[in-house]
């Protein structure tokens, strides 16, 4: 049973470039998390997905974040143009919901590092 | 919206003592309870949640506990191994909505 899987798992690119994180929910998961993890903050929410339309996406920082879902099998968070500060690792958990509440499965991230 | 804090936010024990990582959430509607193991560079993986219709849950060394007149749960690891060091999260979610709300985590080290 194959989990989330995000690629790519690390990337390193200069600041202004465009950068493109990928992520394949679960088969039959209809709710789709993109998290970014740092020392400083934590664990935080950027935008979550519910039956491939965005629901919140609140905690996106600013315009330069974009997120898709294009069919319930793919997402992308797109950072155009990058920052030093976007430094982060970005993971995305898909999960199954229930009016009693189900457990998100999270990928092994992608640590990405702007220059 | 809801707040969770978590603590300690660093914890050592020695192997084969106990660990007890402490939340507290804000929102009497929170009815889901999960926790999270994250190891180095990986991600966060379930190890065991709890819903608000029981007070206790368990599997092999791990229990949570939910008390939720006092909204606190916490997470209880007995008989540590090596293996067990990582960062424990806990989180909260409203039945209405999917979304959870993390604690700022807790590293635990056992030490052999």
């Known amino acids: 049973d194959a989990g989330v899987i995000q690629s790519p798992r690390h990337e390193v690119t200069e600041m202004g470039q465009e950068v493109t994180l990928r992520c394949k929910p679960i088969s039959g998961h209809n709710s789709l998390f993109w998290y970014r993890q740092t020392m400083m903050r934590g664990l935080e929410l950027l935008i979550y997905f519910n039956n491939n339309v965005p629901i919140d996406d609140s905690g996106m920082p600013e315009d330069r974040f974009s997120a898709k879902m294009p069919n319930a099998s793919f997402s992308t968070l797109k950072i155009q143009p990058s920052e030093p500060r976007d430094s982060a690792v970005y993971f995305c958990?898909?999960?199954?919901?229930?009016?009693?509440?189900?457990?998100?499965?999270f990928g092994d991230g992608t640590r990405l590092s702007i220059l | 919206g809801e707040n969770v804090e978590q603590h300690p936010s660093t914890l050592s024990v020695q192997e084969g003592d106990s660990a007890v990582i402490k939340c507290t959430y804000s929102d009497s509607a929170s009815n889901y309870f999960p926790w999270y193991k994250q190891e180095l560079g990986k991600g966060p993986q379930l190890i065991i949640d709890?819903?608000?219709?029981?007070g206790e849950k368990k599997d092999q060394r791990i229990a949570v506990t939910l008390n939720k007149t006092a909204k606190h749960f916490s997470l209880h690891i007995t008989e540590t191994q090596p293996e067990d060091s990582a960062v424990y999260f806990c989180?909260?979610?409203?039945?209405?909505?999917?979304?959870?709300?993390f604690g700022t985590g807790t590293s635990l080290t056992v030490i052999p």
């Open positions: 989180a909260a979610s409203i039945s209405t909505g999917n979304q959870f709300y």
């Open positions: 709890i819903r608000s219709n029981v």
């Open positions: 958990a898909s999960s199954f919901p229930g009016l009693r509440g189900q457990p998100q499965h």
